[in-house]
């Protein structure tokens, strides 16, 4: 079978979530994402790229303790799979090669 | 909702309120859960299956149904095309019904004020009847005006329709208009180019329509200009008004001339009395003034001026208000009543439509469902492979739902193509109402409701199906399932074979009229209207010219064409008449000559001759005449009459020369001592062509008549012309006879089909017992036979019924043969077995090894 795609969107969520570490959960990695990469992005697609991310096996959840100002509720926390890790770090090979194959000159005239 | 995610959103939300402020964040918050709720979201209640299932509308699927549907129909493609193209007619049938009524019932909503515009009609007592007249006396103007006008915003008195000739210099029409008080244009709501509404003030003016004002004046300002009407009256312009559409009673209305003119021109207001019912009264009652009510007022306004005059008292007038929004539609009275008019053909048409529609509708589904019976399988082992039954449903839906917008598509094609030639059997200018949402909401709404509909049995029949039942072959539909569809095929078959029927007595009904001998000769007699002096006057040299070059035969004048008398007058006094008869007979003014222009049969005495000065006062009556006078030796009696003593000299053979359909009425000839001859009948000689002799008469006719342009009717044209409602009927008839055969015909090959379908099995060991073709193809059409029998049975006595009603509406009328009800039937049952014959030879040549071999 081949191997499940990891799309762009579900990347930096992955990756978001891999940042957050123990405090990540949907609301927290709609805000970092939000306030870290100034990319407007709404919170229902946050929940369904997560879930997906979920039936693909790249993350898995557990609930954690609740916190007042959300109205005493508990959280969905998230955490990277061996195989969400083994997918992010593939990702991250595949554009360092890439970025290797750009000659230096080009990048220098880049300003990179 | 989950816990946790209700506890996300909070805090979303605090946080919005923080970043983008509280009221985008409610927007934003609400957004959020509208998107969280079940169908748009992912489940969040994760099954742990090998295999995810996918939600039964995710787009996956739907791409996936769609794909299976288009599969389904390219694969059987006649049976899609059948299905298809029954619905899309059934539908397109519809549709131009549906545009039809939609015009008809939108007659008159031009005018703005059309729920408050009225017409004043007045019932009379005649011979112990009530009759219901739209004419009206001059007076009552003036009447409602004074006594009763707070009840009214509009009241305006009108000639009736009226042909004169305009002109502006060298430029003649003749044109149709009325002679209408200055309200009018305010009442009517006319949309003015040109000058203003109250151009009709003055009582030297006229207002013209656009298309009319360019006749004349092509794209100069008409305003101001002059014109004469009949080359008596001269008018200035006053005004252009915008066309009046078709939908509106007054469509033809091409000028409008000021009431004065026409009074005071002719002296009308000295000569005329109550007695003279010569005009029309429209009305439009005040704001807020109620239509019953204002009805109820008026109804004594003229009993109230006429019961002391011994002339109009026995008529005992009572006057009512006819609305705007009722005259096309309720135009009719009997006895006083209003007995409706067109609304029963809007009825009527209406009812066929749903009808087809209905019957197309049906036969989709019984198409879609005995071909779902193949399928069952096919849902067997989807369900094995691990379809849910939700998957299943949206499956067979998506499948109706698609064959049923196909059709849609096709049924505005269809319609498209076809409105042109309905257009022109109808007499309507229609267009298709693109931008009106009325009619996509309809067509859509119905377009899914059949594709739901037809798509229900499978749909949540198949599909409820044990997959081992239907994939061990146990599962068979029940003997009971083929009942509904016997019975749809029986009144599909019922009323194609009433509408056959129907439409061959529409048109023998038609053709034994046009073969009714009329009792004159109509090829190459021609009339020609004299509506001016310099007509009348140039008449004799005209006469005396055509006939010295052997154009014509005979030229005379008369009061009416020969093809549509009809001035009736009373009052007639003769030996042996009975006391108390209010007499009416057919009046006509001639001159010497009629006879032989017309060529009319003298049955006893003889025709009018200027051999004798006394036939002056010299009658000649029709037969029908005798009989009503109750003369027994006719030549010789005397009668009194127009204020003189006439001598009966002649009796001419009956003449059919108003309605075909129609007995025909006492009719007297006189000669025109009065000055009432409006017509000269020209008869051509029979052996000068017709185009020949119009172009010598037309040149002739504009010698002595340079001022009128010329206009002619052939009494030939004249007489079809009173068949055309009957062929109209006749035409649309059979045009929903052809289709209510063509759409019972899909009914009945998809019954067969299903039929054949379900007896595979039994025709294989029939056949491996030894059975011939043809015994197969008798056994498997014997029922259909009796289906159609029974159709028959209830068709016949129905068209029996309704046949003999409908000619109940002609005096002279066709009798109904047995033979058209045989011929109807035989037709309906040979088109049955062609039908059917396609499918059992199809079953019966099938290899039984094949047929079998499955088991």
Known sequence: MKRAFLGELEEIVLLTVAALQELAYCASITQTIDQEMGRSISFPTVHTTLQRLEEKGFVASHMGGATAERGGRQKRLFTVTAAGQQALIESRQVRAHLWDQIPTPILQLWGA | ?855
């Open chain 2, 1 to 855: 909702m989950e816990d946790e995610l209700l506890g996300d959103l909070l805090e979303m939300y605090a946080y919005w309120v923080s970043t983008v402020g509280p009221s985008k964040a409610r927007w934003r918050y609400a957004l959020a859960v509208i998107r969280l709720i079940r169908p748009f979201s992912g489940t969040t209640v994760k099954q742990s299956t090998e295999y995810p299932q996918p939600f039964f509308l995710h787009p996956v699927m739907i791409r996936n149904y769609i794909k299976i549907a288009f599969r389904n129909l390219v694969k059987n493609k006649v049976y899609s095309f059948i299905n298809v193209a029954g619905l899309a007619t059934g539908m397109a049938v519809a549709m131009l019904i549906g545009l039809w009524i939609w015009d008809e019932l939108s007659v008159n909503t031009y005018h703005q004020n059309h729920d408050r515009i009225a017409q004043v009609m007045q019932h009379q007592i005649i011979n112990g009847g009530i009759e219901t007249w739209d004419s009206q006396a001059l007076q009552l103007g003036h009447e409602l005006h004074h006594t009763y006008g707070s009840n009214f915003k509009h009241v305006v008195m009108t000639s009736g329709a009226v042909f004169p000739i305009l002109s502006v210099g060298d430029r003649k029409f003749a044109k149709g208009g009325r002679f209408m008080e200055p309200a009018a244009p305010d009442m009517l709501t006319l949309t003015m180019l040109k000058g203003t509404r109250a151009g009709l003030r003055d009582p030297n003016s006229i207002l013209l329509s656009e298309s009319v004002a360019r006749s004349f004046f092509d794209d100069a300002d008409p305003i101001g200009k002059l014109m004469k009407i009949d080359n008596d009256w001269a008018v200035k312009v006053a005004g252009v008004y915008k066309d009046l559409p078709p939908g509106s009673s007054f469509a033809e209305l091409a000028f409008i001339a000021p009431w004065d003119l026409l009074i005071k021109g002719e002296g009308y207001d000295k000569k005329l009395g109550w007695g003279n019912n010569w005009f029309q009264t429209f009305v439009q009652i005040a704001d807020r003034a109620d239509m019953n009510k204002v009805s109820a007022a008026i109804r004594l306004a003229k009993w109230e001026r006429v019961k002391n005059l011994t002339s109009e008292a026995p008529f005992r007038a009572e006057l009512f208000l006819h609305p705007m929004n009722r005259w096309h539609l309720y135009g009719d009275f009997r006895n006083g009543v209003n007995v409706g008019g067109r609304i029963q053909f809007v009825w009527m048409y209406g009812i066929i439509g749903a009808f087809v529609l209905l019957l197309a509708c049906i036969n989709f589904m019984n198409l879609s469902t005995a071909r779902s019976e193949k399928r069952a399988k096919e849902v067997g082992i989807r369900k094995s492979v691990g379809s849910v039954r939700s998957q299943l449903i949206s499956q067979f839906y998506s499948e109706s739902l698609l064959v049923a917008f196909v059709a849609f598509a096709l049924a505005i094609l269809l319609v498209s193509l076809t409105l042109p030639l309905f257009n022109d059997v109808a007499g309507k200018k229609m267009a298709i109402q693109w931008a009106n949402p009325l009619f996509w909401l309809a067509g859509i709404g119905f377009t899914l409701l059949t594709g739901l509909i037809a798509g229900s049995y499978p749909a949540l029949y198949l599909s409820s199906f044990a997959p081992v039942k239907v994939l061990k072959g146990t599962f068979k539909a029940g003997r009971l399932a083929a009942v509904p569809r016997k019975a749809l095929v029986v009144i599909q078959f019922a009323v194609s074979i009433t509408l056959i029927i129907g439409t061959i007595i529409v048109f023998r009904q038609i053709q034994h009229t046009k073969n009714r001998p009329i009792g004159f000769s109509r090829a190459g007699l021609l009339s020609i209207p004299m509506k001016t002096d310099e007509v009348r006057s140039g008449y004799e040299a005209l006469r005396n010219e055509l006939l010295s070059t052997r154009t014509a035969v005979e030229v005379s004048q008369s009061e009416t064409q020969a093809t549509s008398a009809g001035i009736t007058n009373g009052g007639l006094r003769w030996r042996g008449k009975p006391e108390g008869m209010q007499d009416e007979q057919v009046t006509v003014a001639v001159t010497h000559e009629f006879g032989k222009t017309i060529d009319w049969e003298i049955k006893v005495g003889r025709d009018f001759s200027r051999a004798f000065g006394t036939d002056s006062s010299g009658f000649i009556l029709n037969e029908e005449a005798v009989k009503y006078m109750g003369f027994k030796a006719p030549v010789g009696e005397q009668i009194n009459a127009f204020g003189r003593t006439y001598t009966v000299i002649g009796v001419v053979k009956n003449m059919v020369m108003e309605s075909p359909y129609n007995p025909i009425r006492p009719t007297i000839f006189y000669i025109d001592t009065f000055n009432r001859t409006f017509y000269s009948n020209i008869r051509i000689n029979p052996n000068v062509s017709a185009s020949e002799a119009l172009s010598s008469i037309e040149a002739t006719f504009r010698k002595y008549n340079p001022n009128t342009p010329f206009e002619y009717k052939f009494a030939d044209d004249d007489y079809d012309a009173k068949f055309r409602a009957e062929e109209r009927i006749g035409k649309l008839a059979s045009c929903f006879a052809v289709l209510a055969i063509l759409i019972s015909c899909l009914g009945l090959f998809g019954l067969a089909s299903f039929v054949a379908q379900q007896r595979t099995k039994e025709i294989g060991i029939r056949k491996v017992l030894g059975a011939s073709v043809s015994s197969l193809w008798q056994l498997l059409s014997k029922d259909f036979v009796a289906l159609v029998l029974i159709a028959c049975l209830i068709a016949i006595p129905l068209a029996y019924y309704l046949m003999g009603s409908w000619l109940q509406n002609y005096t002279y009328r066709v009798n109904l043969s047995w033979w058209i009800f045989a011929a109807a039937g035989l037709g309906a049952l040979v088109v049955t077995l062609l039908t059917v014959s396609y499918q059992s030879i199809k079953a019966a040549l099938i290899n039984p090894v094949k047929s079998l071999r499955a088991e």
